[in-house]
């Protein structure tokens, strides 16, 4: 079994940053890849980040440029750099870690971005 343990959600305005970490316990070993997704109210969960073992990164279009994934091996911690926050960046962020054959998801953190 892998546990998340997601921290960094807050309050923040438009223009202003955040960061998030996602710290992994468990089964670690089981895990390939590690990113984040976010909900929106009404709207459908989205993949905004991962990253791999090799550190291969991938991003949402919607925030390229913008927010920056990052890992610390040592602590099998995953970070999600934000800045330039803008409402519509307003969301649950979730961790997800990627094994072969599964995804786990956190319990979410809440970012909310006033304008």
């Known amino acids: 079994q892998v546990q998340l343990a997601e921290s960094g959600g807050g309050l923040v305005q438009a223009g202003g940053s955040l960061k998030l970490a996602c710290a992994a316990s468990?089964?670690?070993?089981?895990?390939?890849?590690m990113g984040w997704s976010r909900q929106a109210p009404g709207k459908q969960r989205e993949l905004v980040a991962s990253i791999t073992r090799d550190t291969s990164t991938n991003y949402a279009e919607s925030v390229k440029g913008r927010f920056t994934i990052s890992r610390d091996s040592a602590k099998n911690t995953v970070y999600l750099q934000m800045n330039s926050l803008k409402p519509e960046d307003t969301a649950v962020y979730y961790c997800v870690v990627h094994g072969t054959s599964f995804s786990v998801w956190g319990q979410g953190t809440q970012v909310t971005v006033s304008s």
């Open positions: 468990g089964n670690i070993f089981k895990i390939n890849a």
